[in-house]
């Protein structure tokens, strides 16, 4: 019999509790990711991990908040991703850099600083093809922005991997800084393109000064937060949340934290992908998309032609009595959205299934995740989480309420968790 569930109500609203606790000028505020979870929120629930022969693992390993906050801590800790470009982001916050490394971040980026400032043709940059590229930079600024990738890249071979990880990740935040992409979020809309006198040529020097102060101040936040001490290097690991036993091994890990994908159609190859072309992840459209189908959650590009083809495996249920009920009424509504649904509960199923068999014997489960809402249905997300779990035969499930997210009134985020027996 599955254990029963225990839900508690916290309803905390303090900041600290949302990715805006994650300060900027540490390594946790590096790079944004949206939703992200909060280290506040992590170092509390790492709190009660039993001292002694501890393992944690993070299955989406996201940005790296957990892997981070267990490196700070000094918990052994192992993260895993279907990204590539999240593995690396994890591995590049959690790095103990040396004095000397960043102190070669530091003169290489005063140099591509000093090497921008002159005058030279920008014809010949490489820019990656990121569809419409044009709708995310205007040209004066992809030139720029081309001149300091080149300026970068000229370096790959004179620096060590770390000195050059840092002066990716200050480009990644110089990028975004000048996106014409809608606030803070790259799948927000795109502000119109700069017109008539405001384009005028007078102001072509503007573009420079201003990526140059970006770069400047990118480069000096992430030098005085990279002197941060490591005490333990987590492993960071390129794997699938679906097949974890393949690439971990069985019962290894005494808690697992993490926060999944929501089903809320976000993909975060989509908002990831000036990165990640930028920074050779993705060569093209067709990578991207297929990327996005590999992803649990994702729905964007070619992986909306593959959903409509794809059919639930037979001999998998979803152990939540009103599932059908819910599939029936988004159906009425779309198809589509529809099978994205069942297909992000059979993904996270086969996940939990996984987990129970890589997790030891009285581990602990931490899953921070948000419920959803199509149309005029609301998916019980935590509820079935729950379910899922208590299905593999965990106990001791609970349903936290945490806060209130900012989107609709009935979204909410949870902690559920649970343990093995």
Known sequence: ???????????????????????????????????????????????????????????FCGTGTTALACAEEGIPCETTDINPFLVWLAQTKTYPFSRAEIELFMTAASDIAAELSRPGSTSSAWKPSLYQIEKWWDASYLEVLARLFEAIQSRSKLLPRASLDLLHLAFCRTLMAHS??????????????????????????????????????????????????IKVIPRCILGDARALRSSLGQERYTLVLTSPPYPNRISYIRELRPYMYWLGYLKNGREAGELDWLAIGGTWGSATSQLNRWEPPPSLTIPFDDFPTLLARIADKSQILSKYVHKYFCDMYL???????????????????????????????????????GSQGFCEIEITTLRKRSSKKELFEYVISARKP
């Not at 839900?7 to 949206?34: A, D, M």
Request: with cysteine; proline share 8%.
């Open 1 to 59: 019999m599955p254990c029963s569930t225990q839900r508690v109500t916290v309803l905390r609203r303090n900041h600290h509790f949302s990715f805006q606790g994650n300060r900027p000028e540490t390594r946790y505020g590096w790079l944004k990711l949206t939703p992200a979870h909060s280290v506040t929120l992590i170092k509390e629930l790492l709190a009660g991990l039993p001292p002694g022969d501890s393992l944690v693992l993070d299955p």
């Open 180 to 229: 014409r992409a809608g606030p803070g979020h790259q799948s927000l809309s795109f502000r119109p393109a700069p017109t008539g006198y405001y384009a005028a040529s007078l102001f072509e020097d503007t573009p420079c000064a201003e990526v140059l102060a970006t770069w400047q101040q990118a480069t000096q936040s992430l030098a005085a937060a990279a002197y941060s001490p």
């Open 351 to 389: 996940h939990v299934q996984e987990i129970k068999q890589v997790l030891r014997s009285s581990g602990k489960i931490y899953y921070i995740i948000g419920n959803a809402k199509f149309y005029d249905v609301m998916i019980p997300v935590e509820t079935i989480f729950a379910a899922m779990l």
